[in-house]
């Protein structure tokens, strides 16, 4: 297979996301220099994905990070007082 284009690289240094209806919009943020860097050297490229590739997305990281996911924790007051 003949890659029509290059391969774009970079080290993460930010992301954020937002939520419409059922889409998750993931902004990944990327340098392709050594620091310092100025605003105009930040690369942001948009994903949009639904709440199924997301949670795979998440899972992914977390197995090659080598770790879990954080524990859910109960907030109800009841819990906080007598847990």
């Known amino acids: 297979m ?3 284009r290059d391969e774009d690289y970079g080290a ?3 992301w954020t996301s937002t939520r419409t209806g059922n889409r998750i919009s993931l902004h990944l943020q990327s340098v392709s220099k050594p620091p310092p860097y100025s ?3 930040i ?3 948009i ?7 997301a949670t795979q997305l998440g899972n992914f990281l977390f197995e090659m990070g080598e770790t ?3 524990e859910k924790r ?3 007051w009841l819990k906080r007082m007598f847990g």
């Not at 994903?47 to 590739?53: E, F, G, H, S, V």
Request: hydrophobic residues 15%.
């Open 39 to 41: 605003k105009g050297d």
């Open 2 to 4: 003949t890659q029509s």
């Open 47 to 53: 994903y949009l994905m639904d709440r199924n590739q």
């Open 43 to 45: 690369r942001t490229q």
């Open 12 to 14: 993460l240094v930010g």
């Open 74 to 76: 109960d907030r109800s």
């Open 68 to 70: 879990t996911p954080p």
